[in-house]
């Protein structure tokens, strides 16, 4: 970039150290080794997850002490049988009979197909709108992401080995970014060890000294020695590193459906390969806001009425800039969940 239009960025670029900006190819003062040798990276992972620790503090009500216990020390909550087996049932038959708008992104060898829980899906799937009332789900996500705020719900479906292609990258090891985040998976099929099922280290969610070490190294080398996602502050990390860390070996998810994993993806998490042409289907959400807001709520968009529209809002505003920021989410059409890629 030449010199003008760095002075002219510059204030953006010191102004998205106090949000969740994190890659390191597109701000040079995240990137810059220099600081990151003195510790920028660091202080600002810290710094994100004390004020997390403090918000979840305020959000622990919101969920039983059993499952607090379990995500202090896992990193995930999983909740088989979540709802009784007919009103599951009932979920289930009308998200797969939905047909709505989808968008598809290819990576690898692999489709995700995502449709929006907006308001004309939540119409069509009254046992949808039910699901996201639910306390247990609204508390999950809550304590779990640290802001009381509505995630971004769709149903998503894993579309595996539809391309001849790379593998696909979901299937490495990695943090989504630098601070605590939540998704939410409740799976509508079941899913077997040879579906690519999620894994996640447990107990990697912790700032542990061992782990700051890590993403201190890591910050060294990621605006121009790392590959391209760690690059944009998703950290991969190879399954051969974790012991490093303290960590245990991966649990995957070989679940049945009506299966509920709700997680924190600052913890180490993957996809596994899939070894056939398979499909997975789920409920599937996700929360993320500015990782340095010291209050839980204040939230907008989150408010009944506009918390469903978010999605379409977003795909809209996406499409219009896709010549400045991309858009890797392809609008398909009117699909189901299952139809074939």
């Known amino acids: 970039?030449?010199?003008?239009?760095?002075?002219?960025?510059?204030?953006?670029?010191?102004?998205?150290?106090?949000?969740?900006?994190?890659?390191?190819?597109?701000?040079?003062?995240?990137?810059?080794?220099?600081?990151?040798?003195?510790?920028?990276?660091?202080?600002?992972?810290?710094?994100?997850?004390?004020?997390?620790?403090?918000?979840?503090?305020?959000?622990?009500h919101r969920i039983s002490a059993e499952h607090r216990a379990a995500f202090d020390r896992d990193g995930f909550v999983e909740i088989p049988?979540?709802?009784?087996?007919?009103?599951?049932?009932?979920?289930?038959?009308?998200?797969?009979?939905?047909?709505?708008?989808?968008?598809e992104m290819v990576q690898g060898d692999t489709i995700?197909?995502?449709?929006?829980?907006?308001?004309?899906?939540?119409?069509?799937?009254?046992?949808?709108r039910a699901l996201l009332e639910e306390p247990r789900w609204r508390g999950l996500n809550r304590y779990v992401g640290s802001f009381d705020s509505e995630p971004l719900s769709y149903i998503q479906t894993i579309l595996s080995q539809r391309h001849d292609g790379p593998p696909d990258p979901q299937t490495n090891f990695h943090a989504d970014t630098f601070h605590p985040t939540v998704k939410a998976?409740?799976?509508?099929?079941?899913?077997g060890v040879e579906d690519g099922p999620l894994a996640y280290v447990a107990g990697s969610h912790r700032l542990t000294k061992e782990r700051l070490r890590w993403e201190q190294a890591m910050s060294l080398i990621a605006a121009g020695g790392a590959d391209r996602l760690s690059s944009r502050g998703s950290f991969r990390i190879r399954r051969d590193e974790l012991a490093g860390l303290g960590l245990p070996e991966p649990r995957a998810f070989v679940v049945p459906a009506n299966t509920l994993?709700?997680?924190?993806?600052?913890?180490?998490?993957?996809?596994?390969?899939?070894?056939?042409?398979?499909?997975?289907?789920?409920?599937?959400?996700y929360g993320r806001r500015s990782p340095f807001l010291p209050w839980t709520g204040l939230d907008p968009l989150s408010a009944p009425g506009l918390a469903e529209r978010r999605i379409p809002w977003m795909w809209s505003g996406r499409d219009r800039l896709a010549r400045f920021v991309g858009q890797p989410w392809r609008d398909v059409g009117l699909r189901r969940p299952g139809d074939d890629g």
């Open 1 to 60: 970039m030449m010199g003008a239009a760095r002075y002219l960025m510059a204030p953006l670029w010191l102004a998205q150290l106090a949000t969740g900006a994190k890659s390191f190819r597109d701000n040079p003062l995240i990137g810059s080794p220099a600081l990151n040798a003195r510790g920028l990276h660091a202080g600002r992972v810290r710094i994100a997850h004390l004020i997390a620790a403090q918000r979840r503090a305020r959000l622990a």
């Open 81 to 103: 049988q979540f709802f009784p087996p007919d009103r599951f049932a009932r979920l289930r038959d009308s998200a797969l009979a939905y047909r709505g708008p989808a968008r």
């Open 112 to 128: 995700t197909r995502r449709m929006a829980l907006d308001p004309p899906a939540l119409a069509a799937i009254p046992e949808a």
């Open 185 to 191: 998976w409740l799976f509508l099929t079941d899913v």
């Open 261 to 285: 994993v709700v997680a924190d993806t600052f913890g180490f998490h993957a996809r596994m390969p899939s070894t056939h042409r398979s499909t997975r289907i789920e409920i599937w959400a």
